[in-house]
């Protein structure tokens, strides 16, 4: 028998199709393929927890599956645990008659999806590193419940999956209230080499913005355990403690399995009227919410384009400001320069005068005392020559 406290671990051997998707296989290990834009992590080990009713409830032992692509924002989580269960081959009495068959126990899988469409917001949390240094939180707050997935209930071979013993109906119990909470909290391993902070970050953002979108492989039902495909659990809440039977009950609609805890009958779902009902209301939130994001979106395109002319405005007025103040500046220094340079010319020219008065004068000064020189040299010759006629 195996209960939540028994899921599968990494050991376990990849031949046992029960649960298992095709279009993400569990190796032997953890495997984690990151690249430079896609980002997948498969056999994580992880624990959940949640509040319901105003009860802290939690599930350990499971096997964390998420993929990221940021370049088509491509994302998926996925949750797993295996279950005991009992697989009965009966055949149908008459109203009134107990089943009689024969009965045996099969560990099967069960998933817990969470379609990045019903992220409402995801943070990370506060731990206290049960995995060791590399572990981190993921907080879903979810505009709807996880998908609680089991195997296709197979009427025409006669065969209904129950809980095996109270561990498998306290773990059934629990998906049952799981299957009601919005509120998630994550508890896994993820190490810096597999993905980056700022990348887990990015995520956080991408799907709290609405960004992200399912992966189509991991969002196919009909892939998992071995193509067989698998259905949508029951979520809705027990009628009372001891529900009729399936037989008692009579004929009716056929409805996705049931997991209600405690009870091996099957419990009669809402009528088709209120589904329809509460799939057109969903359709409407749905709708309302993405019109409420576009709006926004334009509004903040709106409010981003005024601030940033503004922004310019302000910052050509204030860069036109400094232009002028300095080019006035500079004009003054220019000015302060050229009359600077006036006066030196004006120096240079009284200089230039002066030099050339004074050369005149030595000009005339030096043929002056030429000339004197000349005449005493003609004096002293002319006494030479009278002197020697005597």
Known sequence: MVSSSQATTASESSSNTDGLDASLPSPPGPALTPSSCSTTARDLPATATWIHAGQSRSLSDLRFDFIYDTLSHDAFFKLRLKVAMLKSKTKPKPRGKPNKGTKGNQSTTLFILVPPERIQRLTLGDHEKQFGVDTVCLRFDLINPAKIVGPKQQPEKEQVLDACGKEGSDVLDALQSLAQATSLAVYTTLSSRTLASSRLQMLCADATEGRLKSDAGQANLSSLYGGTGGDVMCTSA????????????????????????????????????????????????????SEWRAELRTEMDQMRAEIKSEVRAEVEAEITTKF????????EDLKSIRDKLDELDHDHEELTKQLGDVIDEVDIKVENAVDVGMQSVR???????LSIDF
Do not use: F
């Open 238 to 289: 027990p009628a009372d403690d001891n529900p009729p039977s399936y037989h008692e009950a009579g004929p009716g609609p056929p409805m996705p399995p049931s997991i209600c805890a405690g009870s091996h009958k099957r419990q009669r779902g809402i009528s088709d009227t209120g589904s329809v009902e509460m799939m057109q209301e969903i359709k409407q939130m749905r709708e309302w919410k």
């Open 324 to 331: 002028e103040v300095k080019w006035k500046k500079v004009r």
């Open 379 to 385: 004096d002293t010759l002319r006494d030479a020559t």
